[in-house]
């Protein structure tokens, strides 16, 4: 899973709140205005024209504060981008697989400390450390020793139509596609790539450290951590996912699959050049395949705050305080961006990612996505951005702009809206 290059952001502060003396009527206005505002400053960072569409939510603990999307959905037929467009997420996928692991482990399911040998069918073992059992939690802090590499990008992405396969091969991107025929099962990829008697098998597939001595950000491994866990409960990811997170959170628009989702509401995905990147999905679908909109995955990102504050329904207390743990430490990495405040690799929970500047959440990139989760859990205000566009640099400084203006309005409409 592409990571979107991570740029630094200046946070803007707004000038003082208006006295609370206001009465009810005059506070909805003013949170009008803001949201009018922020439109109208969103819809001018679309004028470059590097991002075809794109769809952004601010939340807190009790309330979407803001919600919309900009600029199109399919730009052939000028098809607008909004709030309830649908697309793949990538990254920001892999923080349901923490709260489906913790989900597991209060059902006595699982332990998150169990090797992960003690669920498989087949042997994972770093040969340089044949020895060391590597454990479900070190998969969550992508600190098994399990590497990517090229293997991954060219073995998961599956294009969705064979028709289209020609297409999607002769796109300048840096996936490797590959047709229908090429599918498989979670557990025939996983074993490809991690057994000694795989096809894809090599040494390289894993560091030369010890398990759980280094951070390594592994797709792989974060889909391993999935596998463990339909091996633990007896049921396929896909589904213990949606029993246990989607559905209680109300989340219907939300799915694994084109056939979980409407079709119709799927925004297209477009290249550097503006072509149409024909629909795909990942063998390794729990690492990056989630599809949703910004207004249905709201209620998920709601639903982490509340968690974060002890009010959390789908997970006890305790579990909620293992996920945002800071569970690795400055000798877990060989280099950390300390100047990034939206670095998720400065630290690791249970698959969601810590920052320098303690924001909690997510990034994600895949062909033709990008896409930010993070909270603050000092305000408890969360924000989303999903967009449907490879970005350039050009690309990348108008997301973080969109990003920004974000960050400039969060703290006044809560305030606004509260009043």
Known sequence: MRK???????VLSFAACNQKTKSSKESKTEAEVLKASLTTKLNDLLAPGYIKGFGVAIVNQDTTLYS???GYANTSEDVPYTANTLQNIASVSKTLIGVALLKAQEMGKLDINDPINDYLPFKVVNPAYPEE???????????????????????????ESEGLYEKAKALQISEEFNSPEADMEMGDFLRNFLSKDGSWYLKTNYLENKPGERYEYSNVGATLAAYVLEL???QKYSDFSSQYILKPLGMAATGWTFSDIDPSEHTKLYSLSGEEIPFYHLVTYPDGGLITSVNDFSKYLRELILGFTGKGSLLSAESYRLLFSELLDE???????????YDDEYNSGVFLGHTPEGYIGHTGGDPGVSTF????????????????????????????????QLEQYETQLEAAIRR
């Open 133 to 159: 059992p590597i454990t479900i939690k070190q998969l969550a802090t992508h600190t098994g020793t399990i590497y990517d590499g090229d293997l991954y990008s060219e073995k998961s992405y599956i294009i």
């Open 331 to 341: 000798n877990h990495f060989e280099e950390r961006d300390v100047d990034n405040p």
């Open 4 to 10: 979107p290059i991570l740029l630094l952001l200046s």
């Open 232 to 234: 633990a409960t007896g």
């Open 68 to 70: 919309k999307g900009f």
């Open 373 to 404: 989760m993070f909270f603050d859990p000092d305000t408890k205000i969360g924000k989303l951005l999903f967009i449907n566009t490879d970005l350039d640099p050009e690309g990348a400084k108008q997301f973080f702009s969109i990003w920004k």
